[in-house]
Each structure stands twice: as C-alpha cells, then as structure tokens.
C-alpha cells in the first residue's frame, strides 16, 4: 500500500492551524456574545431594530465559521468554494427575510380585533376585563354576606 492509497481522498486544500481554530472560535464567542447582551440588557428600544441587528450578526457568524472551520475560500476546489458561499449566503438571506415577514404578519394579523381593544384601555383597566365573569361572581358574594 503506498502514499496515495492511504491518503483518502485529501488533497492539498486548506488545514487549519491552531491558530487559525482559536481566531474562529473567539469570533464566534464575541459574535455569540454580543447579541445577547443586547437582548438583556435591552440597550435598544425598539425590539425591530434589535431582531435585525441579531440577523445581522448570524450572517456575519455563518461567515465566519465558514471561512474558519470549513475552510472555504476562492482557492480552494476551483474556485466552487466561493459559489457554496455566495449560495448560502442568498439562502440564509431568503430564510431571514421570510421569517421576519412571517412572524410579523402573524403577530400582526392572528387578533387584530384584540390589539384595538388593548391600545385604548389604562393598564389597570385590562385586569378587570380579564376577570370578567369571576369579577361578577365575587362582586355578588360579597353581596349576599
């Protein structure tokens, strides 16, 4: 059995170092990180804004991960690398995208008669509205004691 018989199929495309690993590794933490400070410490308002600057940060971590653990780039297996990447890419934008337009019209359109109702009522007022025929019922009780 010689050299190549053993080599199963490896060619001499990009191996990564230890280096190159732990460099990934901590932008993924640091990319990872981020956003969730973001979501706890609610340093942004307007949770839109925070939903896309989250989105934003995955795209640049499926980057990096791509770059940094699968090792692809516009060298290696002729240049076909860079095509999965730019695939990817386009689907992670679709998927994003659709998502957020998903999840928008459904928090949007699933009780709408609902939402009018909550947006002219004082916070205390919701609580007795909840309580509707339980409020009555003890409303009575007290009456007949």
Same mark, same amino acid.
């Given at each position: %059995?010689?050299?190549?018989? /053993?080599? +199963? &199929? +490896?060619?001499d495309?990009?191996? &990564? =170092?230890?280096? *190159?690993y732990?460099?990934?590794f ?14 706890? =410490?609610?340093?942004?308002a307007?949770?839109?804004? /925070?939903?896309?600057?989250? !989105?934003g #940060?995955?795209?640049? $971590?499926i980057?990096? +991960?791509?770059?940094? #653990?699968? +090792? !692809?780039n516009? @060298? *290696?297996e &002729?240049?076909? *690398? !860079?095509?999965?990447?730019?695939? =990817?890419?386009?689907?992670?934008v679709? /998927?994003?995208s659709? *998502?957020?337009?998903?999840m928008?019209?459904?928090n949007?359109?699933? %009780?709408p ?8 009522? %004082?916070?205390? $007022?919701m609580?007795? $509205?909840m ?6 019922? /003890?409303?009575? %009780?007290? @009456? !007949? $004691?």
């Amino acid at each position: %059995m010689s050299a190549h018989d /053993t080599d +199963h &199929g +490896h060619h001499d495309g990009a191996h &990564g =170092t230890m280096g *190159s690993y732990m460099i990934g590794f901590g932008l993924s933490v640091i990319l990872t990180a981020i956003p969730f400070w973001l979501v706890m =410490t609610k340093v942004i308002a307007n949770p839109q804004v /925070t939903a896309f600057i989250i !989105m934003g #940060f995955a795209v640049v $971590q499926i980057v990096v +991960h791509m770059i940094y #653990f699968l +090792h !692809m780039n516009t @060298r *290696s297996e &002729g240049g076909w *690398s !860079m095509m999965a990447l730019m695939f =990817t890419l386009v689907l992670v934008v679709i /998927t994003l995208s659709g *998502s957020t337009w998903v999840m928008y019209h459904l928090n949007h359109n699933m %009780m709408p008669a609902m939402e009018d109702q909550v947006e002219g009522q %004082m916070p205390g $007022q919701m609580d007795h $509205q909840m309580n509707g025929p339980m409020n009555g019922m /003890t409303h009575d %009780m007290s @009456r !007949m $004691q």
